[in-house]
T-cell receptor, first 112, second 116 residues
């Protein structure tokens, strides 16, 4: 899996959009970008994934640059419950599918 | 989304004893399950990949004789920590991939193991 780099921490005001960046400059053409989050002392939760195109679901939006070397996870209206560690992961699938390599992630703190 | 459960949610045991942790997919069949370990203030580390009816594949540095994994059915995988020692104290998390939702990996709530 390609190495990903994320800022160690970010703050966001409740109700505002949270934009979490991720660099994956060595990502290969067949690697997807996944985002998971982990609330304290719980198992990780899948948020979204994408390959080339921008993606949106009920939780978040994923913006992937055209060269695929970076991406941004957007939580459009952050709430206090969104406080968590957010992990950006590149994974190719095939024999490595599902074998996720978690980095240190970004600790997002949403404050009132 | 699909639900993965783990039992127990926490366990305290004496050094030298064995502990079994169960991971169940409650509403879907899991072709593959994964076991992760997370030490305090650290990220998750993959320990092994488990496929139903076959031997688990362990990551480098993980002792297969110490961490026994059994995936007897499409809804159940177990991790047994044999002869546990204090350094095995950690948060153990399983995850599962179903037949249909191939891109979404569902994680259990984790099991906190403390070895005295």
């Amino acid at each position: 899996d390609a190495k990903t780099t994320q800022p160690p921490s970010m703050d966001c005001a409740e109700g505002r959009a949270a934009n979490l960046p991720c660099n994956h400059s060595t990502i290969s053409g067949n690697e997807y970008v996944y985002w998971y989050r982990q609330i304290h002392s719980q198992g990780p939760q899948y948020i979204i994934h994408g390959l080339k195109n921008n993606e949106t679901n009920e939780m978040a939006s994923l913006i992937i640059t055209e060269d695929r070397k970076s991406s941004t996870l957007i939580l459009p209206h952050a709430t206090l419950r969104d406080t968590a560690v957010y992990y950006c992961i590149a994974n190719a699938g095939g024999t490595s599918y599902g074998k996720l390599t978690f980095g240190q992630g970004t600790i997002l703190t949403v404050h009132p | 989304g699909a639900v993965v459960s783990q039992h127990p949610s926490w366990v305290i045991c004496k050094s030298g004893t064995s502990v079994k942790i169960e991971c169940r997919s409650l509403d879907f069949q899991a072709t593959t399950m994964f076991w992760y370990r997370q030490f305090p203030k650290q990220s998750l580390m993959l320990m092994a990949t488990s496929n139903e009816g076959s031997k688990a594949t362990y990551e480098q540095g993980v002792e297969k004789d110490k961490f026994l994994i059994n995936h007897a059915s499409l809804t159940l995988s177990t991790l047994t920590v044999t002869s546990a020692h204090p350094e095995d104290s950690s948060f153990y998390i399983c995850s599962a991939i179903g037949l249909e939702a191939q891109f979404e990996q569902f994680f259990g709530p984790g099991t906190r193991l403390t070895v005295l």
